[in-house]
């Protein structure tokens, strides 16, 4: 096995049903450009009940139709924000922790102590998390996960990665290997992805390998490291 090998994305996703929400980062192939990107999938209708708002620069979770909200607590949020030098992106409120722990003079491996997985038993559904800390015309990278420690969710197992930005890698990390009942949760380290110097390359290889049925929004950022500007692609499955 080479462990250095730097996977296709598209290939990783392509016949899977269920990876749930994902989120990559890592630096573009020519060098230049960071690259954040965030997608969320659904089975219920409650989950598929949602839409990618950005105001601000921050991304949100947002219902489609309000009058069909069932429960608002897991599936609404602000999936990406700033805070100074930093790029927030989870797939649950603990962006909004991870932020203000940032705002307290905490890292974000002691923020997210205060949190563990999401209460939605059987499923237990991870939180992931990643941060980009720009400084100096380039950028590091963390990821992070909380998962259930066992099949009742007694206990919260926390696992944090750090990552140098190299030119052309980036990595994956999502909630579920695939669908089940109840759905097993991501195994082993974020998985290493090439990322193309095109910010619709990278936006239209992951939307169109995501399952048809079950995807429902992807939002990708490119940041230019040498002036900051940044280009933004959001896709809503309902328009």
Known sequence: MDIYKINDIGELITGNPYVGRGIVIGKSNDGKKAAVAYFIMGRSENSRNRIF??????VFTEPFDASKVEDPSLIIYAAIRQYENKLIVTNGDQTDTIY?????GHCMKHALQSRCFEPDAPNFTPRISGVAAFENGDFSYEMSILKSADAAGTACNRYLFSYPALAGLGHFIHTYVTDGNPIPTFQGEPERVAIPDSIDELTEKLWNALDADNKISLYVRYIDLATGESENRMINKNN
């Open 100 to 104: 203000d722990g940032f705002a307290s």
């Open 53 to 58: 708002t950005e105001k601000n620069g921050e």
